[in-house]
């Protein structure tokens, strides 16, 4: 009986949602524990690291690493299993643009190390005790990984075949993605495994949309009952379905909520926040400068707003500070 091929899941700088998503499949992890043997997945099993150096190269047949990219660790990680597999998925939000953890590229490192080790208010630290990398104490040498200056998306650091988007993927698209590698028959390197088209071709609302948007406001969700039937961009809402790639199969519209963007842009995009945002511009009411300034207000976090789960991969990518 011929050997199954091995896969393999690894967790980065992420909240781990996509690692529940896998659980998810429900009766459907059955089919894919039944057709392949997982040689990898530190969260469910016991791995170590030297299981996997132990590993020959290309052994693997496909690994999907979920998270962004900020210490050491986690880029000396990556660079092991992009060695180790034939194929590497660069699965999530934060692995595949650098997810919510890449608005930490809004601040220098020093910044957040010194709020979360000394100024947040639950922190009492007077002598300011920051962590070490290195530290020796009675013979005994211990190591922490380093604390990159920025978030990195998967592939900033390493080679990737293939992009499963989604905060997290869908159990269908990642049953897909499954079915798809076992096929043999792989889409062209680089593609996102996800329709290339933009959220509103299958949105519930599409028959509501107004052919032209005039924003008279901004309103957050929490702050007025949303109409379940009606566009949410028509009601004030900010929606990134413009701008962001379907295949989630609308299930933040379904739970009357807007889309946030977490299926990044689709192929004819080059940054997604820029994308919504000049949509958005173009289509205010408002020409005086205060008229202007007063429905901004409406939208009191830009940046985490339009670059919620796409900052590392976007034209800004990081906050550069005069002198720096």
């Known amino acids: 009986m011929p050997d199954k091929p091995k896969i393999g899941f690894y967790w980065c700088a992420s909240c781990g949602g996509c690692e529940e998503s896998v659980v998810d499949l429900a009766e459907d992890i059955l089919m894919v524990t039944g057709a392949v043997d997982i040689v990898f997945w530190p969260v469910a099993m016991d791995f170590k690291k030297s299981d996997v150096e132990k590993m020959d190269d290309g052994s693997i047949l496909a690994t999907m690493v979920n998270g962004a990219i900020r210490t050491s660790e986690q880029e000396e990680m990556a660079r092991l299993i992009r060695r180790k597999s034939k194929i590497v998925i660069a699965y999530g939000s934060c692995a595949h643009l650098g997810g919510i953890p890449s608005l930490a590229n809004e601040f220098e490192k020093a910044e957040i190390l010194k709020y979360i080790y000394s100024d947040a208010p639950s922190v009492i630290n007077k002598e300011e005790t920051y962590p070490l990398t290195e530290f020796k104490h009675n013979g005994r040498y211990v190591t922490l990984p380093v604390f990159r200056n920025i978030v990195r998306t998967l592939d900033q650091v390493i080679d990737v075949d293939y992009y499963l988007p989604g905060c997290p993927p869908t159990p269908k698209l990642l049953k897909q993605a499954v079915l798809t590698l076992l096929s043999g028959e792989l889409p062209p390197k680089g593609a996102v495994l996800a329709p290339d088209y933009a959220l509103c071709e299958e949105c519930p609302r599409k028959k509501t949309k107004p052919d032209n948007v005039s924003f008279t406001q901004f309103v957050k969700p ?31 519209i379904n739970g009357n ?38 429905l901004l207000n409406g939208i009191p976090d830009p940046v985490g707003t339009f670059y919620r789960y796409g900052l590392a991969a976007s034209l800004l990518r990081k906050k550069i500070q005069e002198g720096k």
């Open 222 to 252: 929490h702050m007025m009952l949303i109409d379940k039937e009606k566009c949410l961009l028509a009601q004030g809402v900010i929606c990134m379905g413009p701008a962001t790639r379907a295949g989630c199969e609308a299930l933040c």
């Open 257 to 294: 909520m807007p889309c946030s963007g977490c299926f990044g842009p689709t192929s004819r995009v080059k940054d997604q926040g820029a994308k919504i945002l000049s949509s958005i511009c173009s289509n205010i009411e408002a020409k005086s400068e205060d008229e202007i300034d007063t």
